[in-house]
C-alpha cells in the first residue's frame, strides 16, 4: 500500500463522515498513564497508524489495550515502566506526550528524543522548560531526556510559544503536583479541551479561560473515566476542500464548525459554495460546486488562526484559483517540500522564505509525486482529483498516520482511487 494511483477529474459526490481527531486521541491516551490500577474507556479513536503506535507505546510500558470498533479500554496496572523505547518515540513526535503523565505519576522517566514528519526541527525545549520549573531535574545524554523528581510543585508557568504539546505535557504533569500549575499563553486547540475533558472526568479540576491561560490544581489520586474524541477538524478541512477542488458536491459529517472557522472564512473570501447544517445530533458541511476559486491571502497561526495542518491542502486548492495567492507559514519552517511536487502537476508555486506566492493556473496535470509528510501527502492526493489525467501518490505510508481508510472514503464520493504495491 505504499502508491495511490488517482484517476482525476471526477467531481466528488455523496456524503463522508469524519473521523475521530488524531490529534486528541493520542494525548487523551497518553494521559491514561495517570491511573493506578484504573481503567479509560475512550469512544470515537480512529483506526489510524499514529494510534497503533502510541497503544503499542502504551503497551510497552505495562497497559493492556483492546479495541472494540471505534471504542479502546486502557487498563493501567498499579505499577507502570517509565523507560519509553527508542523505536517507538523515534516512529512518532507524539510519542514525547507519555513524559508528562509518567513524571507525574512514576517520578522519573527515560525518553528518547522523538521523530516525526519532517517538517522542520521540532524540538521539545518548551515541555523540558516547564516541567524544570516544577522542579523537575532534567538531563539530555544520548538523544535521550532523563528526567527526575521527588514530586512536581504547581506554579505559574509561560510558555513562550503556544505549543500544542507542550501545554498537553505540563497540563497532565500538573495532575498530580503540589498545588495549583496556571499556564499561560497556552495552546487554545479543541484537543486541548478534549483533553481537559478526560482530566475532569479522571476527577482532576481543570479551569480552562478560552484566552489561553488553563489552570489544573493537583490531586492525590484520579479514578475510571470515559470520553468521546472530538471530531477531526483537519480530516473534514481536507474533504471539504476535495469537494471544492473537484466542483462537486458533497456532505461532510459529524463536524463541530467552530472548530474550522478560520477554513470556512478563507473559503468564503475566496468564492467556495457550501452551507452549515447544523443539527442536535450531528452538524455538517455542504460543499456546492464551483468553477474557479478567487486567490486570496492567509497565514497559519496557532487556534483560532488557519491551522499549519490545513495549509498544505488549501495551497494545493489555490493552485487553480484565478489569480496570485499568498500563504504565509508562520508556525513551522519548512513546511512547503510539497510546492516542487504539485509543480511536477503544473502548479506554478514560488517559495519566497515563509511565504507561498501561488500563480493560479487552468487545471493540474496527473503526474507520479512523493508525499514528503501528512498533510503534504494528502495535498497531493486533493490534487490528484482535481487534476486530469493519472497522479500516483507515493510514500503513502505518512498519509495513513492520519487518514482513516482515505480511499474506501474516497471510493464512496466516486472518485477513482486505489492503492498499489511493488514496482509500476
Ligand atoms: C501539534 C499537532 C500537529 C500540529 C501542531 C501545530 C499533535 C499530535 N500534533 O504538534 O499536527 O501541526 O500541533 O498545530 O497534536 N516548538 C518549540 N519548542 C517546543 C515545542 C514546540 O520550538 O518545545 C515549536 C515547534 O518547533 C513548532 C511550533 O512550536 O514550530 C508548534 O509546535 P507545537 O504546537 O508544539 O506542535 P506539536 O504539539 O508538535
Not at 33 to 40: I, W
Not at 347 to 371: C, E, F, R, Y
Amino acid at each position: 500500500m505504499d502508491k495511490m494511483r488517482i484517476s482525476g477529474g471526477i467531481p466528488l459526490k455523496g456524503k463522508v463522515r469524519t473521523q475521530g481527531a488524531k490529534n486528541a486521541a493520542l494525548p487523551v491516551m497518553a494521559s491514561c498513564l495517570l491511573l493506578k490500577g484504573r481503567k479509560m474507556t475512550l469512544d470515537n479513536v480512529p483506526h489510524l497508524q499514529d494510534v497503533e503506535t502510541m497503544m503499542e507505546l502504551l503497551r510497552s510500558l505495562g497497559v493492556a489495550v483492546t479495541r472494540s470498533g471505534s471504542g479502546i479500554v486502557l487498563d493501567v496496572p498499579e505499577t507502570v515502566s517509565w523507560e519509553a523505547s527508542d523505536a517507538l518515540v523515534r516512529k512518532m513526535r507524539a510519542s514525547s506526550l507519555v513524559l508528562g503523565p509518567l513524571l507525574a505519576r512514576c517520578g522519573q522517566v527515560v525518553l528518547p528524543l522523538p521523530g516525526g514528519c519532517s517538517i522542520g526541527s521540532r524540538p521539545i525545549d518548551l515541555h523540558l522548560k516547564g516541567l524544570t520549573q516544577m522542579g523537575a531535574k532534567i538531563e539530555i545524554r544520548n538523544g535521550r531526556v532523563y528526567a527526575q523528581v521527588e514530586r512536581l510543585r504547581g506554579r505559574r508557568i509561560y510558555l513562550d510559544f503556544p505549543s500544542v504539546g507542550a501545554t498537553e505535557n505540563l497540563m497532565m504533569a500538573a495532575v498530580f503536583a503540589a498545588g495549583e500549575t496556571i499556564i499561560e499563553n497556552a495552546a487554545r486547540e479543541p484537543e486541548i479541551e478534549n483533553l481537559a475533558a478526560v482530566l475532569k472526568s479522571m476527577g482532576v479540576q481543570v479551569d480552562m479561560e478560552g484566552t489561553g491561560c488553563v489552570r489544573v490544581k493537583g490531586v492525590e489520586d484520579v479514578h475510571n473515566c470515559a470520553e468521546r474524541v472530538i471530531p477531526d477538524r483537519i480530516e473534514a478541512g481536507t474533504y471539504i476542500l476535495a469537494g471544492i477542488m473537484t466542483s462537486g458536491e458533497i456532505t461532510v459529517e459529524d463536524v463541530i464548525p467552530e472548530h474550522i472557522d478560520a477554513l470556512l472564512a478563507k473559503l468564503e473570501e475566496a468564492g467556495a459554495s457550501f452551507s452549515v447544517n447544523r443539527s442536535a445530533s450531528r452538524n455538517a458541511v455542504v460543499v456546492h460546486p464551483v468553477k474557479k476559486l478567487k486567490p486570496i491571502s492567509l497565514k497559519t497561526m496557532p487556534y483560532p488562526g488557519f491551522p499549519t495542518d490545513l495549509q498544505p491542502q488549501m495551497t494545493a486548492a489555490l493552485t487553480t484559483s484565478s489569480g496570485v495567492s499568498l500563504v504565509e507559514e508562520s508556525v513551522f519552517q519548512a513546511r512547503f517540500l510539497y510546492a516542487a511536487e504539485l509543480g511536477r502537476m503544473g502548479a506554478n508555486i514560488d517559495i519566497k522564505g515563509d511565504t507561498a506566492v501561488i500563480k493560479g493556473v487552468d487545471s493540474l496535470d496527473g503526474a507520479s509525486v512523493k508525499a514528503t509528510d501528512l498533510r503534504a501527502g494528502v495535498a497531493l492526493i486533493l490534487a490528484g482529483l482535481a487534476a486530469k489525467g493519472e497522479t500516483r501518490v507515493e510514500n503513502m505510508e505518512h498519509v495513513l498516520r492520519g487518514y482513516e481508510s482515505i480511499d474506501t472514503k474516497l471510493r464512496a464520493l466516486g472518485a477513482d482511487v486505489a492503492f498499489e504495491t511493488g514496482e509500476r
